[in-house]
């Protein structure tokens, strides 16, 4: 199975901050790349697809990139919404596969 | 507006098998180009993917989970279901149902999610 390594686990930050989460795949899933949003008691919530669509409806400070083995999720200035725990998934497959989560916290 | 609703037994004991259902509104499950899937989520962790069943009923599982895993489908009552069988501690998590789309030979990831159902393996 595909590997999907997240990273920092944890972030803290100050809202206006710009947020970088990293996901790195084992092995190249050119852009099958999705990231997520979730909520603590709340089921994750789409953001991005295809490594740097924006799902219908998300706010355009969120943005996604890379290709391959490499992704990166942006937050241009964190809100006071944004305070959650962000999930990347590959779908390269058949067998989908997340990363272990980085959880946002406040500064 | 599509919907998802897991029910089942909240508790179940190590060895038995645990029985999950999906109940979709808003949408026939058998719709083409719809699959539906479940995932779970062990407490404080993250996310795992456990395997899908296609509109025409067709399944795919995770490799870890094969053996004790059966996803089915009951198109008469839009529903879908889930069971993984000689359960132990390590089960006990969120269980998730949810939606994806594939279209053309490419796929959508999960766009529709259920609230989430917390089920624990205990004696």
């Known amino acids: 199975d595909i590997q999907m390594t997240q990273s920092p686990s944890t972030l803290s930050a100050s809202v206006g901050d710009r947020v970088t989460i990293t996901c790195r795949a084992s092995?190249?899933?050119?852009?099958?790349l999705a990231w997520y949003q979730q909520k603590p008691g709340k089921a994750p919530k789409l953001l991005i697809y295809?490594?740097?669509r924006l799902e219908s409806g998300v706010p355009s400070r969120f943005s996604g990139s890379g290709s391959g083995t490499e992704f990166t999720l942006t937050i241009s200035s964190l809100q006071p919404d944004d305070f959650a725990t962000y999930h990347c998934?590959?779908?390269?497959?058949?067998?989908?596969?997340f990363g272990q989560g980085t959880k946002v916290d406040i500064k | 507006q599509l919907r998802l609703q897991e029910s089942g037994p909240g508790l179940v004991k190590p060895s038995e098998t645990l029985s999950l259902t999906c109940t979709v509104s808003?949408?026939?499950?058998?719709?083409?180009?719809?699959?539906w899937a479940w995932i779970r989520q062990p407490p404080g962790k993250g996310l795992d993917w456990i395997g899908s069943v296609s509109f025409s009923g067709s399944t795919y599982y995770n490799k870890s989970l094969q053996s004790r895993v059966t996803i089915s489908m009951d198109t008469s009552k839009d529903q879908f279901s889930l069971k993984l069988s000689s359960v132990t501690a390590a089960d006990t998590a969120v269980y998730y149902c949810a939606r994806y789309l594939c279209t053309d030979g490419v796929c959508y990831p999960l766009d529709y999610w259920g609230q989430g159902t917390l089920v624990s393996v205990s004696s």
């Open positions: 808003g949408r026939s499950i058998s719709s083409s180009s719809n699959y």
């Open positions: 998934q590959q779908y390269n497959s058949y067998s989908w596969t």
């Open positions: 295809k490594a740097s």
């Open positions: 092995q190249s899933i050119s852009s099958w």
